[in-house]
């Protein structure tokens, strides 16, 4: 008989596929009504915490191993960009007389990190994915891979020294803020990286934890209690945070996913499949939502998208279309991808 630990895979318990398709509705609805504040920001801190989260669940028996680089990245690489270009072609076609040669550029297909031109404004978050995932899959290379996780926290944790320490100390900070002037290293050096070592600390701790009710309600208490203390500091996630907020409102994101998947794995509670189908449809919601509503408004004029009839039908039509996409394209699309890294 399996215990509780080995029940469930960490990366698919039924919370945090849940989660994932609350915080792709959040965007959704936040662009849907077009509203000056929304709480998109609170959805994308949420992904961001849960890459980290998961991807420490997923490949931490990857650590060391050579294949298990190519391994990662492979399968990052099938889950971001086949379903992102399937809807970045129609988009480019639909705006094709209004493109400068330069909007066609190598950034827009590869979401290279870096500053760029959106034609699907999500992809922003993407970037800093992708270089998130370029430097995770390094560190699990074998002999340096450990060394490199460490030297890469410590140098975005700098970020954080308050200036005024350097200059009490009459130092120059010569540092890695200087890096932001090279373009896309600000997307390997960031705070945002923040929100990825908060979700890779709540995985390993969920890991190395045994299921525990106690851990899994101290990881609620203190995960929620920071969250609530610094969500205000967001206006409850219409903004994003300066960097000491996104700190610690970024470790309240963790506790709260390591309290959720422990119960979970205690048993406590089991959201079924159906909480599975509803992640699957989180990220095909994400990147297509913008250009399924931007052509609403080209069909429908400002003073009908405010009539209720008219935004019921654009909800019910962008989670057709996200359904549509998760369950006939993206996982079909993600089996037979991650076949042929088995079979090379």
């Given at each position: 008989?399996k ?6 895979a ?10 994932r398709f609350?915080a ?28 980290g989260?998961?991807?420490?669940t ?15 990245w492979w399968?990052?690489?099938c889950?971001?960009y ?14 094709y007389?209004?493109f ?6 190598w ?20 970037r ?6 370029i430097?995770f ?6 002999y ?6 460490t030297?890469?926290?410590?140098s975005?944790?700098w970020?954080?020294v ?5 200059q009490?100390f009459?130092?120059?900070r ?9 373009g896309?290293?600000?997307?390997f ?26 851990r ?11 969250m ?5 500091v967001?206006?409850?996630?219409y ?23 422990m ?5 406590i509670?089991?959201?079924g ?18 250009p399924?509503l ?6 429908f ?21 996200a359904?549509?996409?998760?369950f ?10 991650r ?6």
């Amino acid at each position: 008989m399996k215990t509780p630990v080995e029940s469930a895979a960490p990366h698919r318990l039924g919370s945090l596929e849940l989660g994932r398709f609350i915080a792709a509705s959040l965007v959704m609805i936040s662009h849907l009504f077009g509203l000056d504040a929304a709480p998109g920001p609170l959805g994308v801190q949420y992904f961001f915490v849960l890459s980290g989260f998961v991807m420490i669940t997923a490949h931490h028996r990857d650590f060391g191993q050579s294949r298990g680089v190519l391994k990662f990245w492979w399968r990052r690489v099938c889950r971001i960009y086949p379903l992102y270009w399937l809807v970045l072609l129609p988009v480019m076609f639909y705006y094709y007389h209004g493109f400068a040669p330069a909007s066609l550029s190598w950034q827009l297909f590869s979401l290279s990190p870096g500053p760029a031109s959106e034609l699907i404004p999500p992809a922003w978050s993407l970037r800093y994915e992708i270089a998130f995932y370029i430097v995770f899959g390094l560190c699990l290379t074998p002999y340096v891979g450990r060394v490199l996780l460490t030297a890469w926290v410590l140098s975005v944790l700098w970020l954080l020294v308050p200036v005024h320490v350097f200059q009490f100390f009459h130092v120059h900070r010569y540092n890695i803020m200087y890096l932001h002037a090279l373009g896309s290293w600000n997307h390997f050096i960031s705070i945002f990286e923040l929100y990825f070592f908060a979700g890779l600390l709540g995985g390993w701790l969920l890991i190395k934890s045994r299921p525990s009710v106690p851990r899994a309600i101290a990881g609620l208490l203190i995960g929620g209690a920071l969250m609530i203390y610094k969500l205000r500091v967001t206006q409850w996630g219409y903004v994003y945070p300066g960097p000491r907020d996104l700190a610690v409102l970024s470790l309240g994101y963790a506790g709260v996913m390591f309290g959720l998947a422990m119960l979970e794995r205690c048993g406590i509670f089991r959201l079924g499949k159906w909480a599975a189908w509803a992640g699957a449809v989180s990220y095909p919601l994400y990147i297509s939502h913008s250009p399924l509503l931007n052509c609403l408004d080209a069909i429908f004029p400002p003073p009908l998208r405010t009539n209720i009839l008219v935004e019921a039908g654009s909800l019910i039509l962008v989670y057709g279309v996200a359904i549509g996409l998760a369950f006939a394209v993206d996982r079909p699309l993600q089996r037979r991808l991650r076949k042929v890294y088995k079979n090379a």
